[in-house]
């Protein structure tokens, strides 16, 4: 009895290590940004900032994103995606049009954003007084789009075929 009794704190311990073990967090973000020189997130244009971003958003719109241009050298687009049913998806991809020695320079920023269709439980209560209360469970066809995940896309084919597109354009 006594044997087991001392393996009790040593189990209970070891099982501690284990789940912090199981629950750390992923290594930080930024430890594996490497700025380089080389970037798949920028092209050029020989025209000018505003005609750059012009053929850019006209770019966007051939592809059915919903255009934001407040700025003349700044367009947002965005389109939504129903990959399969309960599942949603948005892009958003950000255009920027600066000056440089070539003409302009149009930098691109996209960001998918994942959401799930999620149904939620609400719970109904009754007090009465001197008696105490009573809570039960209350199903709801409540459902809502949650979001689930969002990332940078990173992938250089994915900018390569964007700006391959605003190249296209620029002749036109």
């Given at each position: 009895?006594?044997?087991?009794?001392?393996?009790?704190?040593?189990?209970?311990?070891?099982?501690?290590?284990?789940?912090?073990?199981?629950?750390?967090?992923?290594?930080?973000?930024?430890?594996g940004?490497?700025?380089?020189?080389?970037?798949?997130?920028?092209?050029?244009?020989?025209?000018?900032?505003?005609a750059?971003?012009?053929?850019?958003?006209?770019a966007?719109?051939?592809?059915?994103?919903?255009?934001?241009?407040?700025?003349?050298?700044?367009?947002?687009?965005?389109k939504?995606?129903?990959?399969?049913?309960?599942?949603?998806?948005?892009?958003?991809?950000?255009?920027?049009?600066?000056p440089?020695?070539?003409?302009?320079?149009?930098?691109?920023?996209?960001?998918?954003?994942?959401?799930?269709?999620?149904?939620?439980?609400?719970?109904?209560?009754?007090?009465?007084?001197?008696?105490?209360?009573?809570?039960?469970?209350?199903?709801?066809?409540?459902?809502?789009?949650?979001?689930?995940?969002?990332?940078?896309?990173?992938?250089?084919?994915?900018?390569?075929?964007?700006?391959?597109?605003?190249?296209?354009?620029?002749?036109?």
């Open positions: 009895m006594l044997h087991s009794a001392r393996r009790f704190p040593v189990l209970l311990l070891s099982g501690l290590l284990l789940a912090g073990c199981a629950s750390s967090p992923p290594p930080a973000a930024y430890r940004e490497s700025f380089s020189a080389e970037s798949p997130f920028v092209t050029w244009s020989t025209r000018d900032p505003d750059a971003c012009e053929v850019a958003k006209r966007l719109l051939s592809q059915g994103y919903q255009v934001d241009a407040v700025k003349t050298t700044r367009i947002k687009g965005e939504f995606f129903l990959p399969k049913a309960n599942y949603g998806m948005t892009l958003n991809i950000t255009l920027v049009c600066l440089s020695n070539v003409g302009t320079a149009i930098y691109a920023n996209a960001l998918q954003t994942r959401y799930e269709l999620k149904s939620s439980a609400t719970s109904a209560g009754v007090g009465v007084a001197g008696i105490g209360s009573i809570s039960l469970p209350w199903t709801a066809d409540k459902e809502a789009l949650i979001k689930v995940g969002e990332e940078t896309i990173s992938d250089p084919d994915f900018y390569k075929r964007l700006f391959s597109l605003i190249d296209s354009l620029q002749g036109s």
